[in-house]
């Protein structure tokens, strides 16, 4: 496809990601985003092999290289500390072909929107897509222009994608209705500074135990990233202490009682002021499409993917690389790209979300039924020395399926083919 006008709503990792590949497609690109600093939610992002592999072909590799953490160990203990197993996660690396990079989201967001705006490509700031409408309403492949709060209008677009996030106002164009979200569990995230008395610089470290779960995980600048999570009440964010406050370490505290020394010295370190988020963490069901006419969907608009998975970052940059790929490869028409985007992306992502839900259900319960299922998990992680394999084969699996999955071959017939070739 040649010389398209395209106009991205939001400014996150999906759509700086796709301003950078679709400008060096020489097309002219305008990413609005609503607010007016774009500024990262959460502290942290582990960016798997999958996500990095979309990085090196930005020519970012070697400020992923700089700005993450060297993540070599996979390690599970119980809320009592005691080890459970510990996955080298190396040869898996090497079998992919990448590292991952656990990475802070405020660094990796203004390498992002630095290399965007380096392109020469437009960013505006300030801006609320309220919604989107076309050109010529007869036509249901017309071209489209997003509408803002202001009243103003974008240029009109042969392109728009919609990088809006989980509360994505153009994902109610394509879908034709604003869906609700479900909440799963409570999240508290940060920023500390590496100590031994947390854990090793190059181990990232899991606490589980009583449906909840404390973590650190290394970051660049010799700083761990931490998560903790629980099942709280929908409403707990109700009575939810002050943002800032000592309240939100005494909480902690409290949730998080019974684990070990190592989990309540990360609290202590924490500085509540400046790197300390509770969030809630919710999804929406999966749609049965990412595009309308020349409108597509891409990163947590089209698939919220829940935190568990560690996939949410790398499946947005993937979105972008393939979206560019069939926009770059084919020349039918943008509706046509949008529909060979879909068929690509759709199966894997849905996949991944629903194997977070599950995730979800096992770490974090939160009725009878999945509270006998969370303890059989327990079991089989302090037991089973199968269940390394498990996690390596399902870890393999989803960081080798993209952004683009490899062939599936059979290996009978290549070695019939060979022998074939080699009697002529």
């Given at each position: 496809?040649?010389?398209?006008n395209?106009?991205?709503?939001g ?5 700086l ?5 679709l400008?060096r ?13 774009i ?7 582990s ?6 592999k ?18 070599d ?26 590292r991952?990079?656990?990475v ?5 967001q ?7 705006v380096?392109t ?9 897509c ?5 050109v ?5 492949n ?16 042969d392109?728009l994608i ?21 909440y ?27 449906g909840k779960?404390a ?5 660049g ?20 202490p ?6 939100q370490?005494?909480e ?8 070990p020394k ?13 790197s ?7 999804d ?13 969907l891409?990163g947590?608009?089209?698939?919220p993917?829940?935190p ?6 790398a ?20 509706v046509?790209a ?6 690509h992306r759709?199966?894997?992502?849905h996949?991944?979300?629903l194997?977070g ?8 319960p939160?009725?009878?039924e ?14 089973s ?7 390596e084969?399902?870890?393999?699996y ?7 999955p ?9 070695k019939?083919?060979?022998?074939t070739?080699?009697?002529?």
């Amino acid at each position: 496809m040649f010389d398209l006008n395209v106009v991205i709503i939001g400014g996150g990792i999906g759509g700086l990601s796709a301003g950078i590949f679709l400008k060096r497609l020489g097309y002219t690109v305008h990413v609005y985003e609503r607010a007016a600093e774009i500024l990262p939610i959460g502290a942290a992002i582990s960016l798997w092999s999958n996500g990095v592999k979309v990085m090196n072909s930005l020519g970012l590799g070697k400020d992923m290289q700089r700005m993450g953490g060297k993540m070599d160990h996979m390690i599970y203990h119980s809320e009592k500390d005691e080890p459970w197993f510990n996955l080298d996660l190396n040869p898996m690396y090497s079998k992919v072909g990448e590292r991952g990079y656990p990475v802070a989201r405020a660094e990796l967001q203004k390498l992002l929107m630095d290399t965007y705006v380096a392109t020469g490509a437009k960013l505006t700031l300030g801006k609320t897509c309220v919604g989107v409408e076309k050109v010529d309403p007869s036509d249901e492949n017309s071209k489209v222009v997003a509408v803002f709060n202001d009243g103003t209008k974008s240029s009109v677009a042969d392109l728009l994608i919609g990088a809006d996030g989980i509360r994505s106002t153009v994902r109610e164009y394509v879908i034709g209705e604003k869906l609700p979200l479900f909440y799963r569990y409570t999240n508290w995230n940060g920023l500390v500074k590496m100590s031994p008395k947390l854990g090793k610089s190059n181990e990232w470290i899991m606490w589980v135990g009583e449906g909840k779960r404390a973590s650190i995980m290394p970051v660049g600048k010799d700083r761990f990233y931490f998560f903790m999570g629980a099942p709280l009440p929908e409403d707990n964010f109700k009575t939810a202490p002050p943002r800032g406050s000592e309240a939100q370490r005494d909480e902690l505290k409290k949730i998080f009682k019974n684990f070990p020394k190592r989990v309540h010295a990360l609290i202590d370190s924490i500085d509540v002021k400046q790197s300390l988020n509770r969030l809630p963490i919710c999804d929406i069901e999966a749609l049965p499409t990412f595009c309308k006419g020349r409108v597509a969907l891409l990163g947590d608009s089209a698939h919220p993917t829940l935190p568990v998975m560690g996939q949410g970052g790398a499946l947005a940059l993937e979105d972008s690389q393939i979206l560019a790929h069939m926009l770059e490869t084919t020349n039918i028409s943008v509706v046509d790209a949008l529909r060979r985007y879909v068929e690509h992306r759709r199966d894997r992502t849905h996949r991944i979300v629903l194997k977070g839900r599950e995730r979800v259900k096992q770490i974090y319960p939160r009725c009878e039924e999945d509270i006998k299922s969370t303890q059989m998990w327990y079991d089989t992680l302090k037991n089973s020395k199968s269940f390394i394999s498990k996690v390596e084969k399902g870890l393999l699996y989803n960081l080798s399926q993209g952004p683009f999955p490899p062939r599936e071959i059979d290996e009978s017939k290549t070695k019939s083919m060979a022998a074939t070739d080699s009697k002529k």
